[in-house]
């Protein structure tokens, strides 16, 4: 079964948040619709709407639409009213069945709607926190921030449904906790954390415990060493990883699961001459490689330039307006299922399109947005 056919079942399966009796449009077909048109460019309601209407006939094929395409209005009380747990729920499932296996190494990271907030009504931007598989680019889940809640508190909560099971994943300083640490371990997987300053005691034992095993040139540690060059545009940026057994007689260290790394990576930049440098520890639970850890570490920031960079840019979700927490919500997760099936489909050929440009395409030219979703045209008596 094609991931569009898959996606399709599992929106089948979504419960009516309506009343029974006194619905003219069935939800498969609001939703259906609701998709199909963010995949060819919709930012809003009114925009579904207009791209149904232009692309009625086609849609007759896949869909009953027994009452005509559903206008704005229904279009946006539907994604007010559904429960937002649901369509994350379905896109976890859907990643699951078609991707099974290219969770190895998994980001967290949160982002807001920037345009869904206003000062003036006292409304603040919908912040969510994603999972995303940074070898596939593929987004595996998310959970939305709580208005009197935070990133923690959603990592947490985004944990228990990922499948954990012999990844690494990678969180910026904000998820260096010892219960983040503890739900990843459990489920079976690895950490990568950064030891920064909202831990101090621990990112100081790292940083006086590598400090010293440099001066003395890593002497009786075992280091593992990675090194990496890269050159491009005028900068030349050198990595260098060290990576040790973490000791059992540093007290900072007990609190942490399974833990068995000590990493410390060094970043130089020469840009034009002008010379700067960073140093960042981290802790993993897995085994001291420096080479594995380093890429960890570096495919980590995929979530900045392969998901939010794109989100903003190529789907506007940073000028998007919609503004009620349902709505936005389930927006977003429309956004991040239609990426996922772009980036499903790779493309072929001497000439590889961009996100940007297949999202035109595909408003441009129906015929390519059902292929991209190999859909089979329903039976007609």
């Known amino acids: 079964m094609s991931p569009g056919k898959q996606l399709i079942s599992l929106l089948s399966a979504i419960e009516d948040p309506r009343v029974v009796g006194r619905t003219w449009h069935k939800l498969i077909d609001i939703l259906s619709i609701a998709l199909f048109s963010v995949l060819a460019g919709a930012q809003g309601w ?3 709407e207009e791209w149904g209407l232009a692309n009625e006939a086609r ?3 896949y869909l009953e639409l027994a009452h005509g395409i559903p206008g704005h209005d229904t279009i946006r009380r539907i994604f007010e009213v559904l429960d937002p747990k649901q369509l994350d729920a379905c896109l976890l499932s859907w990643v699951g069945q078609v991707c099974p296996d290219l969770h190895s190494v998994i980001a967290i990271d949160g982002k807001s709607v920037r345009g869904s907030g206003s000062n003036a ?29 935070n990133e923690i508190t959603a990592i947490e909560a985004l944990l228990p449904v990922l499948s954990l099971e012999g990844s690494l994943v990678t969180i910026d300083a904000m998820g260096t906790q010892v219960a983040i640490a503890q739900a990843i371990t459990e489920r079976g997987g690895d950490y990568l954390l950064v030891a920064k300053d909202n831990q101090p005691s621990l990112a ?9 095993g440099k001066a003395h040139d890593w002497a009786h540690m075992n280091p593992s060493i990675f090194e990496t060059l890269d050159k491009g545009h005028g900068r030349i940026e050198t990595r260098h990883c060290v990576a040790v057994a973490a000791p059992d007689y540093l007290s900072e260290l007990h609190r942490w699961p399974e833990l068995k790394s000590l990493v410390r990576i060094e970043r130089t930049r020469d840009i034009a001459g002008q010379l700067s440098s960073q140093t960042q520890y981290l802790i993993s639970s897995a085994a001291p490689d420096a080479k594995y850890l380093l890429e960890a570490s570096r495919m980590h920031w995929a979530i900045e330039n392969g998901l939010h960079h794109c989100l903003d840019v190529t ?33 072929s050929g001497k000439k590889k399109r961009s996100m940007a440009a297949r999202r035109k395409v595909a408003g441009w030219n129906p015929n390519y947005l059902f292929e991209l979703l190999q859909l089979t045209p329903l039976p007609r008596i």
């Open 204 to 212: 100081q034992a790292v940083e006086d415990y590598m400090r010293i």
């Open 46 to 48: 009114d925009e579904m």
């Open 315 to 347: 789907f506007r979700e940073d000028a998007s307006t919609v503004r009620l927490r349902n709505a936005t919500a389930n927006f977003a997760t429309l956004r991040r299922i239609t990426l996922n099936l772009l980036r499903m489909r790779p493309e």
């Open 121 to 149: 009504k006292g409304v603040r931007a919908l912040h969510s926190v994603t999972a995303y598989a940074s070898l596939s680019g593929l987004v595996l889940a998310q959970q939305r921030c709580e208005e009197k809640s």
């Open 59 to 61: 849609l007759r094929q």
